[in-house]
């Protein structure tokens, strides 16, 4: 199985290139520092709701196209639940990358690099929080079911 946190390797990789497509790699290291830390996260969660009352939900949003993109707000709301500081982490890096995806103006190296970092911490904390996922359940599951009622 695929380990998100590849994609965050892959982003210091990209970092070594200067090319005339400097600002398109700039822009992909963003993208992949978001996926690998809401992978990671989105996995993480589906294994903890294995055998929960919420689980087929969570796989519906997980995997269901009609769903769009509720399993991003579904995983960043529980993530402000579990660890608020890695839920700011987890939006701020959502943000810088639909930023750039959708926004055409420049995307500097700065930005690229400020994406690694966040999602270096991200990756580093959320493991230790998310041990005390239980504690966070019944918060987890009404989320869950209010994001799944956008459906």
């Given amino acids: 199985m695929f380990d998100p946190k590849d994609f965050v390797e892959l982003c210091n990789d990209l970092m070594r ?25 989105r996995e993480k969660v589906r294994a903890l709701c294995r055998g929960s009352a919420v689980e087929r939900q969570y796989n519906l949003l997980c995997d269901d196209p009609r ?4 399993i991003h707000e579904a ?7 579990i660890d608020p500081f890695a839920g700011d982490l987890l939006l701020s890096l959502r943000k810088r990358r639909n930023r750039a995806d959708y926004d055409l103006t420049p995307f500097r190296m700065i930005e690229a ?7 270096d911490d991200y990756i580093r904390g959320i493991v230790t929080s998310f041990r005390n996922f239980n504690v966070y359940y019944r918060l987890v599951e009404r989320i869950i079911l209010e994001v799944y009622s956008k459906i």
Avoid: H
Avoid at 28 to 38: D, L, P
Avoid at 75 to 81: F, G, P
């Fill in 75 to 81: 995983v960043i709301r529980i993530t402000k639940q």
């Fill in 113 to 119: 690099r400020d994406a690694i970092d966040d999602a």
């Fill in 17 to 41: 290139f200067s090319t005339s497509f400097s600002e398109a790699i700039n822009r992909t290291i963003a993208g992949r520092a978001y996926y690998g830390s809401f992978l990671l996260t």
């Fill in 67 to 70: 769903a769009g993109g509720l």
